[in-house]
């Protein structure tokens, strides 16, 4: 049985372009202080440009993926997006912390995914644990049209397939 079950964990396939995105939750530090956001609320009848870092505060996270994203904001917006998104394996305080680091004031809606449950959800789960890091998520983005992926790229290095200006064709 342990057997089996390692085999199907190791062919756990990641989401795909066309398939819906899986219900979940994140959490966000709000002037009301922490609150939940679903994957209804985020997705439902919108267009949603949404990004996933491996840390907060992290080099090419900070200095060059999430800047990416402020730097084409008003661009990504006219282009028919709704929604920008940066999620992350951190805690709401840290993501909070990180968007006021960055001025990224109401541009960006940053997402905790502190135990990592939608990452997981979606098979984009990266094992940092020989760094120190436990289970993060994978560089991605993707673009999800009213609930469903319609553009799925992973970085396996850098950040050239999920910057602001490859996901929203800027």
Request: hydrophobic share 35%; charged share 20%; glycine share 10%.
């Amino acid at each position: 049985v342990l057997k089996i079950n390692l085999l199907l964990r190791e062919k756990k396939m990641s989401i795909k372009n066309g398939n819906q995105m899986p219900n979940g939750t994140f959490k966000v530090i709000t002037t009301d202080g922490m609150q939940e956001i679903s994957t209804q609320e985020l997705f439902s009848g919108k267009k949603v440009a949404l990004f996933s870092v491996p840390g907060a505060f992290t080099p090419t996270c900070s200095n060059e993926h999430l800047p990416s994203y402020i730097k084409n904001y008003d661009q990504i917006i006219a282009n028919g997006f709704d929604t920008i998104a940066c999620m992350s394996v951190n805690d709401a305080f840290v993501m909070k912390a990180w968007g006021e680091e960055r001025n990224v004031g109401d541009k960006i809606l940053m997402l905790a995914d502190g135990n990592a449950d939608y990452t997981k959800s979606l098979g984009l789960e990266l094992d940092g644990t020989g760094f120190g890091l436990g289970i993060r998520a994978k560089r991605f983005s993707i673009i999800v049209n009213d609930g469903t992926v319609e553009q799925l790229n992973i970085d396996e290095s850098g950040y050239d397939l999920t910057s602001a200006e490859k996901t929203c064709g800027i």
